[in-house]
């Protein structure tokens, strides 16, 4: 009996002996992949509504979050336990300061949201961690924020190569 392509099943075999970069680098991708689904699916579609968006808005926040990590991981240096893009991608700035390690996508305005909204904790929940609804109005629109979402993408399969060469780099004139 062969498998069908619905009916994969996707195991973790080796993760025990992958590095903590390499997972993170693989998490971010996933996270990615999930906010395009959620977009394009979203798309053209009637029930295309604020709260059925925010789990994709999440997705990328997280897929961003992930990779700034996985940079972080990769050059040797602990991540801090923050979903603060601005934290994050400051840190990430100041340890690859090269303009071939710098995000050209559009990472101001996703900083700009994660900020305003707890980092991303209206995607997680619809009220705050004192039950009330989120106060500020916001709005999602598929077709930038799919833009966007490609941006980031050219940005991470740009920047992931970029980042195992400057280390190597690094490591060799060490």
């Not at 979203?42 to 709260?51: K, N, P, S, V």
């Not at 991303?120 to 999602?140: M, N, T, V």
């Amino acid at each position: 009996m062969s498998e069908s392509p619905t009916h994969r099943v996707a195991m973790t075999w080796d993760q025990h002996e992958r590095s903590k970069h390499d997972l993170l680098f693989e998490m971010s991708k996933g996270y990615m992949h999930a906010a395009i689904v959620i977009f394009e699916e979203q798309r053209g579609t009637e029930h295309a509504t604020f709260y059925n968006l925010l789990p994709g808005h999440f997705a990328l926040q997280q897929s961003v979050e992930l990779f700034l990590k996985a940079a972080m991981s990769l050059k040797g240096i602990q991540p801090p336990i923050t979903h603060n893009l601005k934290r994050l991608h400051s840190q990430y700035q100041k340890l690859f300061p090269g303009k071939e390690l710098t995000f050209q996508c559009r990472i101001g305005e996703l900083i700009n949201w994660n900020e305003r909204y707890a980092n991303g904790q209206d995607a997680r929940y619809p009220f705050d961690q004192e039950g009330k609804a989120w106060l500020s109005h916001a709005q999602i629109n598929i077709e930038s924020t799919l833009e966007v979402i490609g941006e980031f993408f050219e940005d991470f399969e740009r920047l992931e190569p970029a980042l195992r060469k400057a280390i190597l780099i690094d490591k060799a004139s060490a």
